[in-house]
Structures are given as structure tokens and as C-alpha cells.
């Protein structure tokens, strides 16, 4: 008679479970933005329709969404909460804003939040870390958070929001209805097309030459990384003129442009590039859009200016200096960043939460420079002579 088990199936043997991702409910709060020239809004109507349908929650402070022309009602038939109150939203226990909040925000916050917000590094102080420690906030800046490719997705797409309006801005200034020097961007027949120099070939660079030369100008791109200059000229499907940033050579086509275009970023600050000599002998009403003017720009004559009055006169040339450039078009910029918000929320309902999704993904945790209370961020650590603590030593 044939034996129904064998001896080694009746030993006892080893349970293997396996560890499931525990789906969670969030609740996510979205205050108003105070900040100045501040209009966007991380979440849109549209995405909170997407995030309540899986089971969440999304409280929007009254009147959060109008800079970006959003009404109340929009986010009330998408499903939110509307508070007339900041404290009822900065109580949420998951935050989600577009500029870091200020001390009287991470006051109203409650103990052990977690808010999702730029870091703005260059601004900030020793004081704001020490806030967020004494709250034992977690905060991750989404502009350090890394997609699949290891590519910064909302830095990209607010940098090609800002190309592509440093060239509709050049055009509205060029215009004599704006009192400039009435040339045309676009090919017209028997006309010579407008010279436009780039400085700089990151995706500023790229998407200000793409739109410009959409608009039938003539570009000439400076860098000194080939590589970026080789990538961007395979990206056009075009040959156009490119050059390392020679004095010399710059300053031949800075006389002959009609408009120049910053876009050099640094480690620190941006590099200055044209010099004052260079802009003194540039054409009189030609355009500088200094696009790198949040990190000091690099044209030497830059200034920083507002949406309210943004231009200013130097050697005769019209220089525009507004930060945030993105921001003048608080819609597209909204509906940008809503897109590359919602499925990271979604994701981290399915996963439980910030915690788990943390240990999984790799980008998410390239964002977080605060895990309850302890720095995480070795940059921000080094900046500003905190100490820091390694994530991976503290989730798992």
C-alpha cells in the first residue's frame, strides 16, 4: 500500500506569508496660497474627482483655487470639503501646498503632519528646520522627488512652462502697443526673421528654442556642456547654432539679437554670464528675459521685478525680471502639477500611506527632508549645520 505522505512532508514546515500593502484612507488638506505672485494650486478639480472616487478625503480652503480660476462650487461637485477656516485645513493630517509654509502655517499645523510643498532651499533658515522638528512634521519637497528615470518631473514641467513663456513674453514686449521696437516674431515673407540668443540648453533652454523657432525666429544657443547642446539639437530634429559660452562669440550675436533669453542654473546661484559691457552694446530696444533671475541671474544688469510692474530700461535695453515665471499662468501651471500630484497620492492611499510608500519607492524618498521631526536631507544638513539623520536607517 503506497504511503499518502512522505517523511519530509510531515515535518512540520515554514508558513510563508506574504506582506501585503495595507490600503489607507487619506485626508489631505489644501490651503490657500499667501505667498506673493503665488496662484497656483497643487490639486484641481478634475484630480480631486479622480482622488475622493478611491475613498479619500480632500479639504480646500475657501477661495484656494480662484488664482488659478477654480470657483468653490468646481471643488465642491468634484467632491472636497470646503473650510472657511485656515486651522480646519492646515489640521488635515496630510498637507499639500505649492510654496513651503510659513511659521504661522506650521503653527496651525498639528503634531506628527506630513506636508508635501517646494523647499525653496536659497530662502529658507535655520529656524524653519528647527519649527518643523519642535512639530515632528514630516515634509517632502516635491521638487526633489524622482520619477522612474531618475528625472525631477515637476521641476521639468514647471521649466518648460517658463521656456516656452520667456519666448510669449519677448513677443509681447517686442510689440509697440508695449512700447517696444515693433518687430514681429514669425517668418513673413521677404522679411528677415527676429534673432533670438539662449543662454543656457537645460529644458528651459530647450522649450524657449522650440517655441522660438515654431514662431519662425532665427536662435543661437549657448552652453558650455556639449553633451546638453548635442541632446537638445537631436531634440529639435534640426541643426541650429550652438556654442560654448566664448566672451567672444557671445558677444557678436548679443549685438545682433533682437531678443536674449537667461537660462543657467548653478549650484549655488546662477552664473553671470553677459557682462555689463555686453548689454551696453546690444541693440537699443532689444529684450533680456532672465529667466534664472530666482538664483541671481546671469546677465550682471538684472534686477528683480513683480507681474504688476515687470520691465525695466538699461542701455536702452528692456529687461524682464519676474521670479517664478510659471506663475502667470496659474491655470496650465495648476493643471501641470495636479497631473504629476494625483497619481502619487493615489499611490500612497493604495500602499497605506506616506510610511510604506516611503519604503518602497526610491523617488518619493529623494523628496523627504524631514521624518518626524529628524532632518533626513544631508544638503540641507551641510547648509545650514544641522544635524542629519540617514532615511534608510530610520524606516526600516
Not at 504629476?340 to 519607492?361: A, C, H, M, Q, V
Request: charged share 20%; with cysteine; glycine share 8%.
Amino acid at each position: 500500500m503506497d504511503q499518502p505522505f512522505s517523511k519530509q512532508q510531515l515535518l512540520p514546515q515554514e508558513e510563508t506569508l506574504e506582506v501585503l500593502k495595507q490600503k489607507g484612507e487619506l485626508f489631505i488638506g489644501v490651503p490657500k496660497e499667501n505667498q506673493f505672485q503665488e496662484k497656483r494650486i497643487c490639486l484641481t478639480p478634475d484630480a480631486v474627482t479622480a482622488i475622493t472616487a478611491n475613498g479619500h478625503r480632500v479639504m480646500i480652503e475657501s477661495g484656494a483655487g480662484e488664482g488659478a480660476f477654480y470657483s468653490d462650487i468646481e471643488y465642491a461637485d468634484a467632491g472636497a470639503e470646503i473650510a472657511k477656516d485656515p486651522k480646519k485645513v492646515y489640521g488635515c493630517p496630510l498637507i499639500l501646498k505649492v510654496e513651503p509654509p510659513t511659521f504661522a502655517e506650521i503653527e496651525m499645523m498639528n503634531p506628527q503632519s506630513t506636508i508635501i510643498s517646494a523647499l525653496q532651499l536659497k530662502v529658507q533658515s535655520k529656524k524653519y528646520f528647527e519649527e518643523l522638528a519642535r512639530k515632528r512634521i514630516t515634509a517632502v519637497a516635491f521638487e526633489y522627488i524622482k520619477d522612474d528615470d531618475g528625472k525631477y518631473p515637476v521641476v521639468r514641467s514647471l521649466s518648460e512652462i517658463a521656456g516656452i513663456s520667456s519666448v510669449l513674453i519677448a513677443s509681447e514686449l517686442l510689440a509697440a502697443t508695449n512700447d517696444g521696437n515693433g518687430l514681429m516674431f514669425g517668418n513673413i515673407s521677404g522679411v528677415p526673421p527676429i534673432e533670438v540668443v539662449i543662454i543656457g540648453a537645460g529644458t528651459v533652454g530647450e522649450f524657449a528654442a522650440r517655441s522660438a523657432i515654431g514662431l519662425g525666429a532665427n536662435i543661437k544657443l549657448f552652453d558650455n556642456s556639449i553633451t546638453k547642446l548635442r541632446h537638445i539639437q537631436t531634440s529639435l530634429h534640426q541643426t541650429v547654432y550652438t556654442s560654448t559660452v566664448q566672451p567672444k562669440n557671445l558677444m557678436k550675436a548679443l549685438r545682433r539679437c533682437d531678443v536674449a533669453i537667461g537660462a543657467t542654473r548653478g549650484k549655488e546661484r546662477s552664473p553671470v554670464v553677459v557682462t555689463n559691457t555686453m548689454v551696453e552694446h546690444m541693440k537699443k530696444g532689444a529684450v533680456i528675459i532672465d529667466v534664472s533671475i530666482d538664483m541671481g541671474g546671469c546677465f550682471e544688469t538684472s534686477e528683480i521685478t513683480s507681474h504688476e510692474k515687470p520691465t525695466f530700461e538699461k542701455y536702452g535695453v528692456v529687461h524682464y525680471g519676474v521670479p517664478n515665471i510659471p506663475s502667470r499662468y496659474p491655470k496650465t501651471a495648476s493643471i501641470s502639477i495636479s497631473n504629476i500630484f494625483t497619481p502619487y497620492l493615489l499611490k500612497l492611499g493604495e500602499e497605506g500611506g506616506l510610511e510604506n510608500s516611503l519604503r518602497f519607492d526610491k523617488g518619493l524618498r529623494n523628496g523627504l527632508y524631514m521624518y518626524h521631526g529628524i532632518l533626513t536631507s544631508k544638503s540641507v544638513g551641510e547648509w545650514f549645520d544641522l544635524q542629519y539623520s540617514d532615511i534608510n536607517f530610520l524606516i526600516f
